[in-house]
């Protein structure tokens, strides 16, 4: 079992609805989580980060952590064709002597105008 | 300008040649991070480094070597490269105390082995 598992996509929407990426971990001590947008031929771009169980919002986006079920997923509300992109959670488990932070493969995001 | 540089941002090169890419912020961080990114396979670490002493293998560190000149100068050494090496390859920052995970990343240097 990989670390960090994303659908890898394509997950496409259409303008203005909602997309909703999910990410699942395997290690259950995992304390902090992130997600990247990366668009086509340049660098990760951080977004959010989320600690806590439950809802993060910022602006159109909500992260949702829920540790029991070794799950979080990204919600962005009223997509735009300028959100297309490929989004990378990223997980720390911070079970190690050092910090390290496992990537997912990334799901590719495409809105439809 | 970019916060962080990579050079070069492209490079061709072929098998049995060393290669180096380079790296410099100018966000004042102490942490920086060298990622290789395949298709499919996510982001991996190669190597790390909390400050200009301290240099750690990252889980793919096999085939590579890093240098750490300077707090805002970190290097990306490929001895001898192989056709597997070939992939995009980032540089990354982040806060020394911060939360792990919050990196800033450069442009990316695209490495073709031959």
């Known amino acids: 079992q990989k670390e960090v598992e994303q659908n890898s996509g394509p997950l496409s929407v259409p303008e203005g609805a909602i997309a909703s990426l999910n990410c699942t971990y395997s290690?259950?001590?995992?304390?902090?989580f992130f997600w990247y947008r990366q668009y086509s031929g340049k660098s990760p771009e951080l977004i959010m980060s989320?600690?806590?169980?439950g809802d993060k919002e910022d602006g159109r986006f909500t992260a949702q952590l829920n540790k029991a079920s070794q799950y979080v997923s990204l919600l962005i509300r009223d997509s735009q064709p300028s959100d297309s992109a490929t989004y990378l959670c990223a997980v720390n488990p911070m079970k190690t002597s050092y910090d390290k932070v496992i990537f997912g493969p990334g799901t590719s995001l495409s809105v439809i105008p | 300008d970019a916060d962080v540089t990579q050079t070069p941002r492209n490079r061709i090169t072929k098998t049995g040649k060393r290669i180096m890419l380079e790296c410099s912020q100018t966000k004042g961080h102490d942490r920086m991070y060298w990622y290789r990114q395949d298709p499919g396979l996510g982001l991996r670490l190669i190597y790390y480094?909390?400050?200009?002493?301290?240099?750690n293998k990252g889980e793919i560190s096999d085939g590579y070597s890093v240098s750490r000149q300077a707090q805002a100068k970190f290097s990306l050494s490929l001895e001898s490269a192989i056709p597997n090496q070939t992939a995009l390859y980032f540089c990354?920052?982040?806060?020394?105390?911060?939360?792990?995970?919050?990196?800033?990343f450069g442009e990316g240097s695209r490495l073709t082995v031959l």
């Open positions: 290690d259950r001590v995992s304390q902090s």
């Open positions: 480094s909390f400050d200009v002493k301290d240099i």
């Open positions: 990354a920052t982040s806060v020394q105390g911060g939360p792990t995970g919050e990196l800033f």
């Open positions: 989320i600690y806590s169980n």
